[in-house]
């Protein structure tokens, strides 16, 4: 039985691929994590406590518990550690451990949404504008150029981060010189153009630069949506098995544009302009979304994919590479519900309208 290490353990990011790696009995699940009262309620076989990846001690607690469990396979599941990790990612090999990983610099340029969005935008690819607000005038040149019939600008984190982080649509200036200011974020928060609310998200592996497995969700809502200034929390309350060739081709020359030799794990995270165009607004890199399980239910177990493949290179066999599932399907999501695999049909025929 293979051992396999991931991070971020009792999080629910890392809760879907623990769970979906635990369907197979190849594998040892062992997890750490920096947050006790998370770590405390994960599946995981066995758990460790490491400090928060920025911190000093992180690389040797980390080096200690790779010594003392010697596992086969290093995920991450969280931005924060992926950009940490990756830079000191030779010490993986000395110990032995496989870590199926793109290169450092395409790290770094998916988890700062601004270094994507120029690699998008060199690309030609259909974008909202943004500018990079190191300045009150910046905020004031945004407003102008890029607000819509009501004014409205959308206003975001840039760095490390992930659930909207410090995400505001808002037409009141003062209302967003304020906001950047109490998150510290001159030099750090973009403007962009408004889209609709209707997003996507293309999750794939890739390996050695060739597809291996992509399938697309639309999300249906936030869960607590409305409790947050911009109605985004990260966290997806209805999710629904989706295809279209469109959201198809741009993903893929949204990937290629950041790596011309994707190896790993990519999501693009898509929303449809008001012309119905998916515009590609960041990247995933290097983890699952929190809603994996989902499609391991469904029968499309991409942790296990991806651990084949790192582990032994094992190509999955699958009757379509690209959307295997079929459309649909919904997952259903809740705090302190277990969720639900379903299709339109089933809420249907459980309710009474």
């Known amino acids: ?19 979906s790696l635990r369907e197979s009995e190849e594998f040892e699940v062992i997890g750490i994590g920096s947050e006790p009262t998370d770590l405390v309620l994960s599946s995981a076989e066995r758990k460790y406590y490491v ?44 110990f032995g451990v496989a870590c199926f990983m ?37 905020l004031k040149m945004a407003f102008s150029r890029l607000g819509d019939a009501e004014g409205r600008i959308w206003i975001r984190s840039a760095s490390i981060g992930a659930g909207g982080a410090g995400s505001l649509p808002t037409n009141d200036f003062d209302m967003a010189r304020s906001w950047i200011a109490r998150f510290k974020g001159w030099g750090t928060f973009v403007a962009a153009s408004m889209l609709s609310a209707d997003t996507v998200t293309w999750l794939s592996i890739w390996y050695k630069g060739q597809l291996v497995v992509a399938q697309t969700r639309a999300r249906k809502g936030w869960v607590h949506g409305n409790r947050s200034a911009s109605g985004v929390t990260g966290v997806t309350k209805v999710g629904e098995t989706v295809s279209d060739p469109i959201v198809d081709d741009i993903s893929q020359k949204a990937i290629l544009a950041v790596d011309p030799k994707p190896h790993g794990i990519y999501g693009v995270d898509l929303t449809y302009d008001l012309s119905r165009i998916p515009n590609p607004t960041e990247i995933n890199i290097s983890r699952f ?21 790192a582990l032994d290179g094992t190509h999955p066999q699958l009757t379509k590479k690209i959307n295997p599932l079929p459309d649909g399907l919904l997952w259903l999501r ?16 459980e309710i009474y309208f």
């Open 289 to 309: 979304f929190t809603t994996v399980l989902f499609f391991t239910e469904a029968g499309l177990n991409l942790p296990y994919i991806f651990a084949k493949l």
């Open 1 to 19: 039985m293979k051992r396999i290490l991931i991070d971020g353990a009792g999080g629910a990011p890392a809760e879907g691929v623990i769970n």
């Open 51 to 94: 400090p928060y990846a920025n911190h000093p001690n992180y690389r040797s607690a980390l080096g200690k518990i790779l010594e003392k469990e010697k596992p086969a396979l290093i995920h991450f599941q969280n931005d924060l550690e992926i950009f940490h990790a990756s830079q000191f990612r030779n010490d993986f090999d000395r």
């Open 334 to 349: 809740g705090m302190d519900t277990k969720p639900r695999l379903v299709t339109k049909e089933q809420i249907e025929a």
């Open 102 to 138: 793109p290169e450092h610099s395409v790290v770094d340029t998916c988890v700062h949404k601004y270094k994507t969005y120029l690699k998008f935008k060199a690309a030609g690819l259909v974008v909202p504008e943004n500018i990079l607000l190191e300045g009150e005038a910046d």
